[in-house]
């Protein structure tokens, strides 16, 4: 199965890669790894979408799973899937055993066996550079692990990078001076080195060869340019440059406009990033994600303009331009839900801003539809409970809130701001005991959130 790249990709991958890779850009982390996930189902040897994949589940994992106890269930929760995952490779049946390992990978994308078996799979199927991609992302979690250099050095060879496959044994050989198979491993990989030649001798024959070269060099620092945290002034300059480049040699590329749009925003030239996105959306009309993207530059343009405001002691003409940028968010928000109906995520979005403004009973209409989306059910719930409390429709709310609670498993921050405010409702409609056993479920897992410790001593204390 030989790597494709996104320009020779059906219409219908594309699509699916740039709402995920779009959707990533804003922190919308499930959406992402859902449009990724998708576009690989479709084309499996599209690593580019591997790599935003992998970027989006670690995010997601790095933030959700923090402790042991939540790293364990996760464990358990995989094991159904593991077992599949492992007669998929030992059979050999590459294609399965990749789908099957990018399960694995969803569930926990960092867990060492999960990435040595999807590098397997990955050779099975054909694709090296889709092993070594995965390796070298256990390489940097885990760079004292003799087990992932080694299996990385091999895939290197097999993706014929052989240079990187001597660091890695080199590496092990450091580490473990009189392991016979890491020192075999590392001469193999060099005679095999010596044979293959030096690629600049190479080059020096040959005129084509050299400027490959030089082209591959280029790339290699504009990829390390694009993948650093931190990026210099210099290295945003050299990116927009080399951006605008591809737009002029590929036009109708528009991840191309949406990565120079990003830069120029990295630089605070908002007027150029707004300009671009712009030009985006005309080839582009009715794309959701672009429009989002827009609004979001519009809106660190009005951040930047009244942080210069309030710099230069202009309050009032700060103040001024926070009323703007309140109406702007207001506005843009109304827009985008009426022309996209069925957005449930702008629903919500739109929802809370209504409550946040005491539209009480069209922020209600929003949460009702909102609520259709699983992965809104929990919030919208909750929302349309603060509504009904706000109209003192007491009984209702508490109704919301109890199907909330309901649908949540785990004491997430969620779950505990639903148990509040039923224990809050309980308090208003006078069952005091009824209050009690809601902020004691709280207590029992956080004694530190909001007034909980003040809530439950006062609840002894009466009874003293």
């Known amino acids: 199965m030989a790597e494709v790249t996104l320009d020779v990709v059906p219409r ?13 850009e804003h922190g919308r982390l499930e959406y992402a790894i859902d449009m990724l996930s998708h576009c690989l189902e479709e084309e499996p040897a599209l690593l580019q979408a591997r790599k935003f994949l ?3 589940e670690i995010q997601k994992y790095k933030k959700e799973k923090t ?8 464990l358990v929760g995989s094991l159904p899937a593991y077992v599949p995952a492992i007669v998929a490779v030992k059979s050999g049946k590459g294609a399965k055993a990749l789908v099957a390992t990018d399960r694995l990978l969803r569930n926990n994308p960092l867990d060492r066996r999960y990435m040595k078996l999807f590098a397997d799979a990955a050779e099975l199927a054909a694709l090296p550079e889709a092993a070594v991609q995965i390796l070298e992302i256990a390489r940097e979690h885990y760079p004292d692990d003799g087990a992932v250099l080694e299996c990385l050095g091999r895939h290197y060879q097999l993706a014929g990078e052989n240079k990187k496959a001597i660091a890695c044994f080199e590496k092990l050989c450091e580490m473990n001076p009189n392991n016979p198979t890491a020192i075999k491993a590392m001469k193999d990989a060099m005679a095999l080195d010596s044979l293959e030649g030096d690629g ?6 040959d005129g084509g060869s050299y400027r490959d070269l030089i082209k591959d060099t280029g790339e290699a620092t504009r990829l390390e340019q694009e993948a650093k945290a931190v990026k210099t002034s210099k290295d945003v300059d050299n990116l927009i440059a080399d951006t605008i480049e591809k737009i002029k040699a590929e ?12 830069y120029y925003g990295q630089k605070g030239e908002f007027d150029d990033a707004v300009a671009t996105l712009a030009k985006a959306l005309k080839m582009a009309p009715g794309d959701p994600e672009l429009e989002h993207a827009l609004s979001d530059l519009k809106i660190s343009r009005f951040n930047a303009e009244i942080e210069t405001l309030k710099a230069d002691g202009r309050e009032e003409e700060a103040l001024a331009k926070e009323t703007e940028r309140a109406q702007f968010v ?7 839900v ?6 449930l995520n702008l629903r919500y979005e739109f929802g809370v801003m209504l409550y946040d403004n005491d539209y009480v009973n069209e922020a209600i209409q929003q949460f009702q539809m909102s609520q259709r989306n699983p992965k809104l059910r929990a919030d919208s719930l909750y929302h349309l409970a603060m509504c009904f409390k706000h109209k003192e429709q007491y009984d209702l709310a508490f109704n919301e809130l109890e199907k909330a609670a309901s649908d949540l498993t785990r004491m997430d921050k969620t779950k505990k701001d639903i148990c509040y405010a039923l224990g809050e409702l309980s308090e208003l409609m006078g069952k005091r005991e009824q209050a009690a056993d809601y902020f004691k479920q709280i207590y ?3 004694i530190q959130y909001r007034d909980i410790a003040d809530k439950v001593e006062q609840v002894y204390n009466k009874g003293q």
Not at 251 to 262: G, Q
Not at 330 to 336: A, I, P, Y
Request: hydrophobic share 40%; glycine share 2%.
């Open 54 to 56: 992998r970027a989006a």
């Open 12 to 24: 219908k991958v594309r699509d699916f890669f740039n709402k995920g890779f779009a959707a990533l």
């Open 251 to 262: 036009p109708d590329n528009i991840n191309y406009y949406r990565a120079l749009s990003r």
């Open 330 to 336: 207001f506005d843009s928000l109304q827009e985008r």
């Open 338 to 343: 009426a022309r996209y109906p069925n957005d």
């Open 200 to 205: 600049w001798a190479e080059a020096s024959e």
């Open 67 to 74: 402790s042991a106890i939540a790293r364990i269930l996760s």
């Open 444 to 446: 029992q897992v956080d």
